[in-house]
């Protein structure tokens, strides 16, 4: 039998840091990442045999539970009619309806493979509609690898971005504006100065990839009227937001309909499908109705697509009791977390929006990205290494988002406590 650390030692010679997607190197706190055996409802169980309650859920994909029934039905029916058609098919149609019954904002949709290609999309769209260039974002907030957006800010209040990786054009990413989350005087200062110039403001309406940051409020509805004030389409991440809080998205909660919005992980239940959707006569300047042009051979994967309306109808059937409970869980764990850590004399703020929650090793919840990076990192290396010492898979960095699922029961959350609890006594 493999070992953990002989596949990744295997792993480090034909893939770049031995992973396909950055955090999974566990680079942020330390030791050598597990390789998954098999996934089931609550639990990962890895090549050793080691079973882990799991907190990441894929990144917030698997809002059902991983393999859940329904969702596995309809993969192995799908499966047996063919896997690609590289032609339309009569779900691609059933699960627009579904996405725009459920968002109305959505009155077109182009269905993509992933959240960074969603986003890319609609940037381009902004531009294209607008005949601008600016994009505007929020410090910390990410929104897929594609140059425009792997920006980081620079120094000021309201400032030009700057490059965020090797490979990004210091010019492409002078085009991105970049302000501080939940910072509306900041916000306001740069639509002062470069609002006519912007396409578009790209935001992700609870922040989960500096950890989750909810937004303060005002600030959400400030940034809709700057953009029509100055002409500048509002662009919602709704990659994690989108069915994690209720069935649709984060902007029905708040009563904010933005331009366009970017939806991925929980309506692909899994697989890899993500879409941007948005105002018909935006939506229509795609190819092949409009000049922006935007393809992609596995889009609308009949797969993929197959997985994503069983999720969404298993969501929608339940949705009433189902959204509440998640949110109970939620609260269960993360007062779990601040009453372990009381009892030892441990700093920490958790930041919860429903069923997403984020602990900072830190005396004061932030608000912003600055306010994150100012928590203690190393302290929660050391957590989380000993969270899954104890059998437990809460995010592998301190800015990731802790999800819950259906599958999590109660007796299940119970467990976890006393693990939670074990791991910060040897904290």
Do not use: W
């Not at 480090?12 to 999974?24: H, K, W």
């Not at 910072?183 to 002062?192: P, V």
Request: hydrophobic share 40%; proline share 7%; aromatic share 8%.
């Amino acid at each position: 039998m493999k070992t953990n650390e002989a596949l990744f030692q295997a792993a480090l010679g034909l893939i770049p840091g031995g992973v396909n997607s950055p955090v999974r190197s566990f680079q942020k706190v330390g030791g050598t990442p597990f390789f998954v055996r098999n996934a089931i409802g609550p639990f990962l169980v890895d090549v050793e045999g080691n079973r882990y309650i799991d907190f990441v859920l894929a990144y917030g994909p698997m809002i059902l539970g991983h393999t859940h029934p329904s969702v596995e039905r309809a993969i192995r029916a799908q499966a047996a009619r063919g896997f690609s058609f590289g032609c339309p098919h009569p779900d691609e149609v059933a699960f627009a309806a579904a996405l725009r019954g459920a968002i109305p904002s959505l009155e077109r949709v182009r269905l993509v493979s992933s959240g960074t290609e969603a986003v890319m999309t609609a940037i381009r769209l902004a531009r294209a509609y607008t005949g601008r260039e600016f994009v505007l974002k929020l410090d910390g907030g990410y929104h897929g690898h594609s140059d425009a957006l792997l920006v980081k800010a620079g120094s000021g209040g309201a400032t030009l971005g700057v490059p965020d990786s090797c490979g990004v054009p210091g010019a492409l990413a002078s085009l991105t504006l970049t302000t501080p989350y939940n910072d509306t005087q900041a916000l306001s200062e740069a639509f002062k100065v470069y609002g006519e110039r912007t396409a578009c403001m790209i935001v992700e309406p609870v922040a989960c990839n500096m950890g989750v940051v909810p937004p303060e409020p005002g600030f959400l509805e400030t940034a809709r009227e700057l953009c029509t004030q100055y002409g500048a389409l509002l662009a919602f991440d709704e990659v994690i937001t989108g069915f994690r809080y209720h069935y649709g998205g984060y902007q029905d909660l708040v009563q904010i309909n933005p331009d366009l919005t970017t939806l991925g992980k929980i309506i692909g239940g899994g697989l890899p499908l993500a879409c941007v959707g948005g105002r018909a006569d935006i939506m229509e300047t795609l190819a092949p109705t409009g000049n922006v042009y935007q393809a992609g051979t596995l889009s609308g994967n009949p797969l993929a697509v197959s997985a994503g309306i069983a999720t969404l109808q298993a969501l929608k059937e339940r949705h009433e009791t189902l959204y509440p409970s998640l949110e109970a869980k939620a609260q269960t764990i993360a007062r779990a977390y601040e009453t372990a850590a009381k009892e030892k004399g441990i700093p920490l703020a958790l930041n919860r929006v429903g069923s997403t929650f984020t602990p900072f090793f830190a005396e004061h919840p932030p608000k912003n990205f600055s306010e994150v990076l100012d928590t203690d990192a190393k302290r929660y290396a050391r957590f989380f290494r000993l969270a899954v010492e104890h059998g437990l898979f809460p995010p592998p960095s301190p800015f990731e988002a802790h999800f819950l699922s259906v599958a999590h029961t109660d007796a299940l959350l119970e467990e976890a406590q006393e693990r939670l609890s074990a791991a910060f006594q040897a904290l």
